[in-house]
């Protein structure tokens, strides 16, 4: 694993935007696994700035998304789809058509994640995915668990979960209960993985992740059995690797 140590977000986010900014470059079809949530924001808002800037071109680019709330349409402002609407695919030359998210609206679990785990397969893989890290270690929506899930499945929300999430809703019932997402396996198949983490509330669960032991209770710590990934943390997410 390469670690880069940023002092701040800002720093974490231009640095993530470089790599991903750099891969497009080298490969303009390229297949970007997408996160959402609020660490990857300042990345997509510099991502944005290139394109305008004239310097980056989506045309070509494929995306698709970690994950999506069940239950949740398109245009609810909390859905993710949303989310990356307003946050990069609104403001890039990216074609709605090369972005793929799973679909909350989709009462059929299981058919949605099959349907979702099919598009993956037929994009030919993910070039450069990029991870946030959840408070108790999970990555998409893999939550800690006795095992790790293959591939797009649909979860319940652990408490820690909706607790770190409500502060985007209303009020915390607002918080739906369940979510789809791509499984351990189907993110582990992505050629390059980039992790991003800022701040001081998740060095502890960092440290765990990268020098703990792998288990499915810190879904995360199974990125030190990938081959290529890079995470990028601030000082403050990196604080417990000084102890
Ligand atoms: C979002 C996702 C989640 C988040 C994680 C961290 O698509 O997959 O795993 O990356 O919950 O969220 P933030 O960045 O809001 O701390």
New binding site residues.
Partial sequence: MKIYRTSDYREMSRTAAMILAAQIRLKPDCVLGL??????VGAYEELVRMHRDGHLDFSLVKSA???EYRGLTRDNDQS?YYFMQQNLFGQVNIRPENTFIPDGSQPDAEAECVRYEKILAGLGGVDLQI????HNG????NEPADSFARTTHCVDLTRS?IE?NKRFFEKEEDVPRQAYTMGIGTIMRARKILLLVSGGSKAEILKEAVCGPVTPQVPASILQFHPDVTLIADEAALARFDA
């Avoid at 991870?131 to 959840?134: E, S």
């Fill in positions: 996160a959402t949530g609020s660490t990857p998304n970690l994950d993710y991870l946030g890290l959840g999970h990555i998409g929506f979960t770190a």
